[in-house]
């Protein structure tokens, strides 16, 4: 049965539907094998369907992708199926999907890849919340494919030269349909490969607002399993470069010299420049890696500044300068040492500077300067905080932590705030670490000051020379592992910490917003994060007067001479009650005032804790069924007097 070219008439649309929110253009050739998944992700979008407009582009496939959409096109009426004779790459369909769309925004999807089923819900409300042209939702990769950039930060406009967006220039991201049409954006036509480079660069470059959600992955980047992605097939690389160069020239004429452009350019000399001198480069024959390395010099000529050389790793930097300098062998061992072997393991020089173990490294017959191999900027802190958790009034950390490349031989944990810095000495071994902070010697043996102090992280790495020769040195936040929240986990719970000759102060773990990274609240007069988060009550009054008050609370760290007493308050008197109190695991109590007879009235009920110097009164709230943990507990007494009250209450 033959597929007619225009399926719109298989799936006709009310005059009274509502304009679609969203179309999601799907340019499709011989993926059957994936269309399930793909297509699959859309008609599960908890969008309401009826706001979804979806348009699949059939570009000549011959795999049964044709019959398949025809069939979809009969169960979902909201499916659009376009035919058109193979064009050699996604430009000239997605196009034509552009062309036919009618939704207030686009969504272009790989007929390979998935939507996460609420993607197009969170992308088109932040785009309507912001005013956004573009949005970019979160990446991941699948199936053997990495996603080109890791968004974690929720913005609700960014710049491409404050934030990773222009890393991503692939089609996948939501655009306002308005905007392309003004700016008359369209895709290249005929192109396996960076078809959608020009088009990604010009919407980023010309876009008033673009904004960034990253709460959820939106958007999954699958690998193929018989290896035919477009960026993994074979190509004309020589023509790839000069076609490379059509399209920096027009960002070249967007945006001028300077730090902007430079950061552009980085990305482009990761991600296209640069890009084909792995394997690519190495299965040509001498002659054609000559070619190859003379149809990129132009653009390392005209690109390369001595600030984007910088910014690139050295594997990148080495392959630049080798063929802005013509070195042909040399750049065939840079290469051959990534793709076909490993280079050495980096190493700390007498000069203190860490370098990559690339061939050639000071070699008195190679034009390769140190700079092309220096990665000292490049070496960062790895580490985990695996647990954090009191033990009596001092805090143990246990972690990993390591220098990539040197490992590390010191580690140290350091308390900072304001301008003070305590370091506290760190076992480690074996890339593992365990560190005690104990707030009475935690000041270089002394107390630690009332504050908020950040914990930090610093491992030091030392060379053949030993702790005389040269070092390297680095320091990170502790960020908990643990992502439960603080209110979820005891050891963040505010406790009382002893702190010697200072006295005790009440001691809480928190952490920074949005990062995550670990804080310790000293607080000589517990204001600031308050004991007793749990502390509820019940009161029982008998008409004589006759009152029993219960409560109970959790109370880390309580010294055991530490007086617990209950406390009533009315508009002008305060009333300490006679108290006992019971200790059981895991630091919680129950305390109990029971009153023979009382004054009228209705009273606040407290509970005041005495520590040495540290003396707090805690709000009880009311417990029991129907009660919500924010009542505050009040005991009314019917009748009797009050100065006996007062007797009793001191005894």
Request: include cysteine; charged fraction near 25%.
């Amino acid at each position: 049965m033959p597929v007619p070219d225009d399926l719109t008439a298989a799936a006709p649309t009310r005059p009274d539907a509502p304009k679609p929110t969203v179309s999601v253009i799907v340019p499709v050739h011989n993926t059957r094998r994936y269309l399930d998944r793909s297509l699959g992700s859309v008609f599960a979008q908890t969008l309401d369907r009826r706001h979804i407009e979806v348009i699949a582009v059939d570009d000549g496939s011959t795999d049964g992708s044709a019959e398949w959409l025809a069939g979809q096109a009969r169960r979902h009426p909201h499916l659009t199926v376009l035919r058109q004779e193979a064009s050699g790459g996604a430009g000239k369909p997605r196009n034509a999907g552009l062309a036919r769309a009618t939704g207030d925004y686009v969504f272009f999807l790989d007929s390979d890849d998935r939507l996460d089923t609420e993607a197009l819900f969170w992308l088109t409300r932040t785009a309507q919340r912001h005013g956004s042209d573009i949005v970019h939702g979160r990446i991941a990769g699948a199936d053997g494919r990495a996603a080109p950039v890791d968004l974690r930060t929720t913005r609700a406009h960014v710049s491409v030269f404050d934030s990773p967006v222009y890393w991503t220039l692939a089609a996948y991201k939501l655009f306002r349909r308005s905007f392309l049409e003004h700016h008359r954006l369209r895709f290249v036509e005929g192109r396996l490969l960076a078809e959608d480079l020009p088009f990604g660069i010009a919407a980023l470059l010309r876009a008033e607002v673009v904004s960034v959600f990253a709460e959820r992955t939106c958007y999954y980047l699958h690998g193929r399993d018989d290896n035919s992605n477009a960026s993994r097939q074979d190509t004309d690389w020589c023509e790839y470069l000069g076609y490379i160069g059509t399209v920096l020239d027009r960002v070249a004429a967007e945006v001028p010299p300077g730090e902007n452009r430079d950061k552009l350019m980085v990305r482009h000399f990761h991600g296209e420049i640069l890009m084909p001198f792995g394997a690519p480069f190495l299965a040509r024959d001498p002659a054609g890696r000559t070619a190859m390395a003379l149809a990129a010099r132009p653009l390392v000529e005209r690109y390369l500044t001595d600030r984007v050389l910088a910014a690139l790793p050295p594997r990148l930097r080495l392959r630049a300068h080798c063929v802005r300098a013509g070195l042909d062998d040399e750049l065939t061992a840079v290469v051959r040492a990534d793709t076909e072997t490993h280079p050495d393991p980096p190493h700390l020089a007498g000069d203190g500077r860490v370098y990559a173990g690339y061939p050639y490294f000071r070699d008195p017959r190679r034009a390769l300067p140190d700079t092309c191999y220096d990665l000292t900027d490049r070496v960062v802190l790895r580490q985990r905080l695996i647990r954090q958790r009191w033990v009596g009034g001092v805090l143990h950390l246990r972690g990993t932590a390591a220098l990539p490349w040197l490992g590390g031989d010191t580690v140290e944990i350091l308390l900072r705030r304001g301008g003070a810095t305590h370091r506290i000495p760190a076992r480690f071994a074996d890339g593992g670490w365990r560190a005690a902070v104990d707030p009475a010697t935690a000041a270089d043996g002394g107390p630690l000051a009332d504050g908020v102090w950040g914990l930090k992280i610093a491992v030091t790495a030392h060379g053949t020379g030993g702790a005389t020769g040269p070092a390297v040195r680095r320091e990170a936040w502790l960020v908990p592992e643990d992502d439960r929240a603080d209110e979820d986990d005891t050891t963040f719970a505010p406790r009382i910490a002893g702190r010697g000759p200072a006295g005790p102060a009440v001691a809480a773990l928190f952490r920074s917003r949005p990062h995550g990274h670990l804080h310790l609240d000293l607080d000589r007069d517990g204001t600031r994060r308050p004991l007793g988060g749990d502390l509820r009550g019940t009161a029982h009054c008998t008409r004589s007067g006759r009152a029993t008050l219960t409560a109970r609370l959790t109370l880390p760290g309580c010294p055991a001479d530490a007086e617990l007493r209950l406390i009533l308050h009315d508009a002008t008197r305060t009333v300490a009650l006679r108290t006992t109190a019971e200790r059981t695991a895991g630091d919680h109590y129950t305390v109990r005032s029971l009153l023979r007879s009382g004054p009228p009235g209705t009273w606040r009920v407290a509970l005041r804790v005495t520590a040495g110097p540290l003396r707090r009164e805690l709000p009880v709230r009311t417990a029991g069924r129907g009660a919500d943990g924010t009542t505050p507990l009040t005991l009314t007494v019917p009748g009797g007097s009050a100065a006996g009250l007062l007797r009793r209450a001191r005894r």
